[in-house]
Structures are given as structure tokens and as C-alpha cells.
């Protein structure tokens, strides 16, 4: 079969390397690793990272001896072209690496903000480690942090820049927090939320320019006029996956990286795994790219399965969580196209799940603080199994029954 070569050591490529080696993958494994540091966590970067004082070795996989232990190269170079003919990844060093097997694990990047001065200091991003670190220190010396996109991460980062005493203010162009992925009930709970603890999220507008005074970041302006001050800009305004590698290949890239039900690209010897991954799901019937940890550690799964005898088609079940605050989110399922939502608990008291339906088939829930609600969700959605809409609205029903 000859060696794997895997481009890209986050949730997916770590996740790989480690289940090859769990199921008795003998030959060579090399991850490539274009970041400075030990493969990590990306979801605390804008959680308890961020907010706490613990160094990067929390934020591991792994320490470096598991590497070593496995037999995993791990090599700190960046992958910049494939030659399929000849099955082998041209790394920036000038050095290259033969394959069995290419898996692309390249993840994704940020969309950048494309309007005047957005490239001043004061104009921050969030994805990887050396992001957050900066960020860390930009919290603790700045006062005012305007923050550009209401999405998940945007919400997140501004929770705990609030929590750690700063003025915020989110701009964003919907008319409702985290609109591309949750339901109204969702939202407006988490603005009252953020509203409650003193963050103004502005809605409907967009930053059309960064002002500054001599290259310092002093506000922005809206596009309906007006001007907010601030020390610090935070952009979250979503990702673009990492598609070049194969693109420049000749493998076929749209959203992401086209892949069949396998998470096989057009050539039978290159697989590609995670966020920059746009595979075809017989679940769902159509062909998805997600960004989570979930989609990255079971797509990794799959093919190291598949790489070591036992090929199945992806037939994950999609779930997220994220922590604003006090609050805790969690997802199960894809929630889009419901026609019917089911408040299951107490809105009132912060402990609630939007129960979403298509024709009366649960096609996901979404929890705030409700724990239970999600892990039942995880467990009857993975089984294809679904409750009526009466039975989710009906809070002496039992869901644990539900599940025998
Ligand atoms: P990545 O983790 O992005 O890893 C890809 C790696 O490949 C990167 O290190 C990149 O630098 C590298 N790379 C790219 N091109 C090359 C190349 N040519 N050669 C070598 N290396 C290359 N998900 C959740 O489920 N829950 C959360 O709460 C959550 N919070 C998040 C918070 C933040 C701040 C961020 C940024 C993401 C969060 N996510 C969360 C999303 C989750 O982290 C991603 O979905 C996950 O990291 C995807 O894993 P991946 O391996 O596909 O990509």
C-alpha cells in the first residue's frame, strides 16, 4: 500500500494519524504541519484559552513523545504542489515525500475583510494558536473591542473580551445573531444574553472602513452613517476552505474539495478529510462541507478505517457546540429547511431546546443548557429514529424511554 502522507495536522490530520495507528496502519506515516506548534485544539482559542493564562501545551493533542512512540513524522513544512503522476507531495523546503496514500486535511482560512485600512495592526483575526495569544494580550491592554460578524466565533470572543472588562460592540449584517445557523429562538436568547451582560450588537449594518489616527485603530464606520469608537477590531466573518493543493492538481474543488461517499477525491490514491472537505452524504442526500470537530475527527476516522481494510461510506451525524458566556449551545443534526420548531423547557430560566421538524420527521435539536436533551438527540438521530413534535412539547414524555 506504501506510506500515508497527510497535508495538514489539525483536528482532522492529527485524528488520522492516531486512528491509522490505533487500527495497525504499519507503514510510514508523515504529517505535515505548517504551523509552529505540537498539533492542537482549535475550540479554546476563543473559549478558555482566551480567556485564561495557560500556555500552549494545554491546548495538545498529544506531547511530542506520542510521535515518537507511533512512529508518526511529524514534519514542520508546508505541503505547495502534488505530483500525481509520480505520487508525490513537493514540500515549501524543497524536500518531497512519496505516497500509498495522499490524504489533504488543509482545513480553512479566514475570509478576510475586504474594505480601506483593513489591514491596520489593530485589525485581528481568530483561527489558529498565534492568533489567540495575540489576542489575549490585546485584551488585556485594550478598552474597546468592536467585533465584526455575530457568528459563533465572533460571539464567543466577545463574551470573554466583555467578561474581561472591555466595551463591546458587534456589528453584523443579518438581522439576527448566528441567523446562518441556528433558529430565531436560538437567537434571540443569546442576544438577550449578550445584551444582559452589557455587549450592543448592532443589526442590519456593515463596517464599510476602519479609521485610524497615524496606522492605530481608533473606530470603524457603519454603513448607515455612523461611526463607533474603538481600540481593537475582531473580524468574523466566516471561512474559505483550503482547496488550492488540489486545485492546482486537477482535482475537482467547488465549495471545498469535491469528495465521494468514501471521502475519496477524483484520484483513487488522494482523499480529503475535514473543513476543507465537500463530501457527498448519503445521510443527508446532497453534498455538505461543515466546519466542526465533530465532521473533522469523524471524516479522519473513516478513511484511516477505510485505509486499513474496512471501507464504509461517511454516514456521520452532524453536532457543534459552542460556550457564549454562562451558556452552553449544543447542535444535533442539520436544522435547516424545519418547518415546525418545539420548545422543549424553560426559556425563561436559560435551560431550553428548539426540537426542529420537517413534515414531522426531527430533522436536529438545538439545546441552551440542556445537556441531556443533545446527548438524547445524538443517540435516536444516530439511529435514524425520530419523536413526534407533540412528544418534544410534552415535558413529562420521557426521552430516555424514547430511546429503548
Ligand atoms: P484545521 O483544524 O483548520 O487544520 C488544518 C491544518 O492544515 C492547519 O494547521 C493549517 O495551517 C494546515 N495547512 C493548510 N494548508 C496546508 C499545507 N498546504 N501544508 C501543510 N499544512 C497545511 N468546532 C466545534 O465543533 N466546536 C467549537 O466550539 C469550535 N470552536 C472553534 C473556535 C475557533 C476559534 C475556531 C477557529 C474553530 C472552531 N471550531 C469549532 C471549528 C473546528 O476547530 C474546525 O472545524 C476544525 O479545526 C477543522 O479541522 P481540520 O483538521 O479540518 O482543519
Known amino acids: 500500500q506504501g506510506p500515508v502522507i497527510i497535508a495538514g495536522a489539525g483536528h482532522a490530520g492529527f485524528q488520522l494519524a492516531a486512528s491509522l495507528r490505533q487500527n495497525g496502519f504499519s507503514e510510514r506515516i508523515a504529517l505535515v504541519n505548517d504551523e509552529g506548534h505540537l498539533p492542537y485544539q482549535r475550540p479554546p482559542l476563543s473559549k478558555a ?18 510521535y515518537h512512540d507511533q512512529n508518526v513524522d511529524l514534519i514542520t513544512d508546508r505541503a505547495i504542489s502534488i505530483d500525481r503522476g509520480a505520487r508525490k507531495v513537493l514540500l515549501a523546503s524543497g524536500a518531497s515525500l512519496e505516497y500509498g496514500h495522499l490524504v489533504l486535511a488543509t482545513g480553512a482560512r479566514n475570509r478576510l475583510l475586504d474594505i480601506p485600512n483593513a489591514n491596520l495592526d489593530g485589525v485581528r483575526y481568530l483561527r489558529s494558536l498565534d492568533d489567540s495569544e495575540a489576542l489575549r494580550h490585546r485584551i488585556a491592554s485594550g478598552q474597546h473591542v468592536i467585533v465584526i460578524g455575530a457568528g459563533f466565533i465572533g460571539l464567543e470572543f466577545a463574551a470573554t473580551a466583555r467578561a474581561k472588562g472591555l466595551e463591546v460592540d458587534v456589528v453584523e449584517l443579518a438581522a439576527r445573531v448566528m441567523a446562518r ?31 485610524n489616527d497615524g496606522g492605530r485603530v481608533t473606530g470603524v464606520s457603519l454603513s448607515d452613517g455612523r461611526h463607533l469608537q474603538a481600540d481593537l477590531v475582531v473580524v468574523g466573518v466566516g471561512v474559505l476552505p483550503n482547496v488550492e493543493l488540489a486545485a492546482e492538481a486537477g482535482l475537482p474543488v467547488a465549495a471545498g474539495i469535491i469528495v465521494d461517499e468514501l471521502l475519496l477525491t477524483a484520484d483513487p490514491n488522494i482523499s480529503a478529510v475535514g473543513d476543507c472537505a465537500l463530501y457527498a452524504s448519503p445521510r443527508f442526500g446532497g453534498s455538505l462541507r461543515l466546519e466542526s470537530v465533530q465532521n473533522a475527527t469523524d471524516h479522519a476516522r473513516c ?19 459552542s460556550d457564549q458566556g454562562p451558556d452552553k449551545l449544543q447542535m444535533v443534526g442539520l436544522t435547516t429547511g424545519y418547518d415546525q420548531v418545539v420548545v422543549r423547557g424553560d426559556r425563561g430560566a436559560g435551560a ?53
Open 303 to 321: 478513511v484511516a478505517a477505510r485505509l486499513t481494510g474496512d471501507a464504509k461510506p461517511y454516514d456521520g451525524l452532524p453536532w457543534f457546540w
Open 181 to 211: 445557523a441556528v433558529t430565531a429562538e436560538i437567537s434571540e436568547f443569546s442576544q438577550s444574553q449578550h445584551a444582559a451582560a452589557g455587549i450592543r450588537i448592532h443589526f442590519g449594518v456593515q463596517v464599510t472602513s476602519i479609521e
Open 49 to 66: 484559552y482566551l480567556k485564561g493564562t495557560g500556555g500552549p501545551d494545554t491546548l495538545m493533542f498529544r506531547p511530542e513523545k506520542f
Open 352 to 404: 431550553f431546546s428548539a426540537f426542529c421538524y420537517k413534515s414531522e420527521r426531527l430533522l436536529g435539536i438545538e439545546s441552551v443548557n440542556r445537556a441531556g436533551d443533545h446527548m438524547f438527540g445524538r443517540r435516536l438521530l444516530a439511529a435514524n429514529r425520530s419523536i413526534t413534535p407533540e412528544q418534544a412539547a410534552d415535558a413529562s414524555f420521557d426521552l430516555k424511554g424514547a430511546l429503548t
